[in-house]
């Protein structure tokens, strides 16, 4: 009776355990935080606040005057040495992959600083030249305000900690925004071509 009694509490706490796993992962699906975070945008696109910003040429752009146009959002910081190299230099070789919609402005392509007191407009155009940027459809931008900092990267998910030697760890990815300024993607980076293919077709469908 003992053992069976063991046998029967062991499998009620695996029972349990299975169905508090199942809801804390989405269904077995969620297994990191990222996973969770793409997940639910696809499932409950959030709206993108209208924060005001301002670009590297010095302009105010408040994000809400972007609806009506798909748009591809990355957050970096102009210091980093890692990440934003690498998304600087997809974002130049999206202006060429999808020059067709950007052309016709039916999409921009935005990178937000989330370093707005070092990433000044004179900052950010130079961190656009880095890459050889094409000069349309690419904007590179810094929040006007901090709590319109803090808005942003709460709606996007992207978690940004120092690393106690003047820089951040963060996450990366790119975002896609439909024209009703809803976050409705998140795609990996480090393929260009599928980031480009998927677009194309958000945009045609």
């Not at 709590?147 to 760890?169: A, I, N």
Request: charged content about 20%; aromatic content about 6%.
């Amino acid at each position: 009776m003992p053992i069976l009694r063991t046998l029967l509490a062991s499998g009620l706490l695996l029972v349990l355990g299975g169905a508090a796993l199942t809801v804390a992962t989405d269904g077995f699906q969620a297994f990191t935080s990222e996973t969770a975070r793409r997940l639910a945008v696809r499932r409950d696109p959030p709206l993108v606040p209208a924060v005001l910003l301002e670009t590297q040429s010095g302009a105010r752009l408040n994000l809400a005057d972007l609806r009506g146009r798909w748009v591809l959002v990355d957050f970096v910081y102009t210091r980093c040495l890692s990440w934003c190299l690498a998304l600087g230099g997809e974002f130049a070789q999206l202006q060429d992959q999808l020059d067709a919609p950007l052309a016709e402005d039916k999409l921009v392509l935005l990178s937000i600083s989330f370093d707005p007191a070092h990433d000044t407009p004179a900052e950010l155009s130079a961190y656009q030249e880095r890459f050889r940027s094409r000069g349309h459809g690419w904007i590179a931008a810094r929040p006007m305000s901090d709590e319109g900092s803090r808005q942003l990267l709460r709606t996007f998910g992207v978690t940004v900690v120092p690393d106690g030697m003047g820089g951040y760890v963060h996450n990366a990815a790119i975002h896609v925004v439909d024209p009703q300024g809803r976050l409705v993607r998140i795609l990996d980076s480090g393929n260009t071509q599928t980031v480009a293919q998927t677009v194309r077709d958000d945009i045609e469908r």
